[in-house]
């Protein structure tokens, strides 16, 4: 069973700040997205990551992907109030039939003035 | 551009009810169609997924079912709701894995 592990669930930070936000998975898989979600709302995708060592960045997020040590980051850098909301990672794995994906329980960032 | 709709936004129910909520998307032929709840504070949750017209795969056990009479159209039911079905429940599309999933704005199902 594919598990998706994201650290930390939350997460308070400054202003002008740096900080990542990491997701591991247990098994081997060959796409990583990234989603946001502002409270009462759905799911924004922010990024997909198609192979070992994808970099993508969008303003003051920037994602990664390392395929062998299983790990994706979202480093966000100079934090500003608006990108206060919950992140979640997911990777992609081929069902039966289908191609799914297994979510994070989801880092809630919020950004302190 | 492809857009996907979602209906309603929000349902109070009563224990025992029925349910049903609708999911349709334009704009895109054959799309893979999937239902997640959300509990509060949580993350995603797969239900159901289809990637053709009757052909529904269910992921959890429990008392919701799926159909999909037309490509672009996905009904989640239930005939008797529970307590512990109360949730955010959201509906997805894709056609490639290269592209992610696009979400639907979601139904709020309390249970009273």
């Known amino acids: 069973e594919l598990k998706v592990e994201q650290n930390p669930l939350f997460l308070s930070m400054q202003e002008g700040k740096n900080y990542t936000i990491y997701c591991n998975y247990s098994?081997?898989?060959?796409?990583l997205y990234w989603y946001r979600q502002d409270p009462g709302k759905s799911l924004e995708s922010l990024f997909v990551?198609?192979?070992?060592?994808a970099v993508k960045q969008e303003g003051r997020l920037m994602a990664s992907l390392d395929t062998k040590a299983r790990l994706s980051t979202l480093h966000i850098t100079a934090a500003v109030h608006d990108l206060s909301a919950t992140y979640f990672c997911?990777?992609?794995?081929?069902?039966?039939?289908?191609?799914?994906?297994?979510f994070g329980k989801g880092t809630k960032l919020s950004v302190i003035p | 551009s492809q857009t996907i709709h979602q209906w309603p936004a929000t349902l109070v129910q009563p224990v025992g009810s029925p349910l049903s909520l609708e999911c349709t998307v334009e704009?895109?032929?054959?799309?893979?169609l999937y239902w997640y709840r959300q509990a509060a504070g949580r993350g995603l949750q797969l239900l159901f997924y289809?990637?053709?017209?009757?052909?529904i795969s269910s992921e959890v056990p429990q008392n919701l079912s799926a159909s999909r009479p037309q490509d672009r159209q996905f009904i989640l039911s239930s005939k008797k709701l529970l307590l512990s079905d109360s949730g955010f429940y959201l509906c997805?599309?894709?056609?490639?894995?290269?592209?992610?999933?696009?979400f639907g704005d979601g139904t709020r199902l309390s249970i009273l």
């Open positions: 997805a599309w894709s056609v490639d894995r290269d592209q992610p999933q696009h």
């Open positions: 098994t081997t898989s060959d796409r």
């Open positions: 990551l198609l192979s070992n060592g």
């Open positions: 997911a990777v992609g794995f081929a069902g039966a039939g289908s191609y799914q994906l297994t």
């Open positions: 704009g895109t032929s054959n799309p893979n």
């Open positions: 289809s990637v053709g017209i009757g052909q």
